[in-house]
């Protein structure tokens, strides 16, 4: 995907609904709510801490009667999170707090019990739904990528198999033999069901892929909701999309 592609579609996703709608002018569902996902975790990061500060007042804002997504929308702020920090100013524990959020029923007031499934019904991030959502896709990316590798006879070992052996970090299918990709050697293939930008895929480089390439060689990491076009990347680590199932790997020379 191009540049001025992806901001269009980045930009765009300011709240939940922003979605639906990007789905309708004809954007992939996994590729808008894998973005949308991308875009409130890291504004988390940058502003937890600076809206955490307004907790006293959150509390009192409720007491005196506004709903929690009104405060979570006020705040911008996932409303999971905007409830925790409300809780936990008015005496629940975290982990209280977490049992709630599964059921709901567990609060001795309906009204806001109410209130909380609102919360999590609206939570495209931190909600229950929204995690099992994210598992849902790595385990899509998976199953993808060793299906690729399985029709074509190609043996591998998985994450799972390496566990405690080569090292603690392991990509998720390393090829038993190395394979020509492009006309490039490769080791390994890493499975993302994230999207490569340039943000994501520093990240995976520094925490993952380079460390891969120390230890096992070359390999591919594949952006299965899609990836920028010209990202740079770190010798020995190449980048495919879902386009990586009409290629096929051989033999080295």
């Given amino acids: 995907m191009n540049f001025q592609e992806y901001r269009r579609i980045y930009d ?11 789905v309708g002018d004809g954007y992939d569902r996994r590729l808008v709510e894998t973005l949308f996902t991308q875009k409130m975790s890291r504004d988390v990061k940058k502003r937890y801490h ?9 509390l ?8 929690l997504m009104e405060i979570a929308n006020h705040y911008a702020f996932p409303p999971i999170l905007t409830a925790m920090f409300i809780f936990q100013e008015d005496g629940t524990t975290r982990k209280q707090f977490w049992e709630y959020i599964r059921e709901p029923e567990l609060l001795e ?10 919360v999590v019904k609206n939570d495209y991030v931190y909600s229950p739904w929204a995690n099992d959502l994210q598992k849902e896709r790595g385990i899509w ?6 299906g690729w590798l399985d029709s074509q006879g190609i043996g591998y070992k998985t994450e799972k198999d390496l566990r405690g052996g080569e090292g603690q970090k392991t990509p998720d299918c390393l090829l038993d033999e190395p394979m020509a990709y492009d006309g490039r050697k490769i080791c390994w ?3 993302k069901a994230s999207f490569g930008d340039n943000v994501e895929f520093r990240f995976n480089s520094r925490k993952q892929l380079i460390p891969y390439t120390k230890l096992f ?11 920028l076009e010209d990202l740079e ?12 199932l009409d290629k096929r790997l051989g033999k080295i020379e």
């Fill in 217 to 227: 060689g070359p390999g591919v990491v594949v952006y299965w909701t899609g990836c």
């Fill in 233 to 244: 990347t770190p010798e020995g680590v190449y980048v495919a999309d879902m386009s990586i």
């Fill in 109 to 118: 007031s309906a009204e806001t019990a109410d209130e909380v499934r609102d």
């Fill in 12 to 22: 765009g996703l300011r709240q939940p609904g922003d979605i639906d709608r990007l």
């Fill in 60 to 67: 009192r804002e409720w007491r005196k009667g506004k709903t």
């Fill in 141 to 146: 990316g998976e199953e993808l990528l060793q």
């Fill in 189 to 191: 293939v890493e499975s």
């Fill in 50 to 58: 600076a809206v955490k500060n307004h907790t006293g007042k959150m």
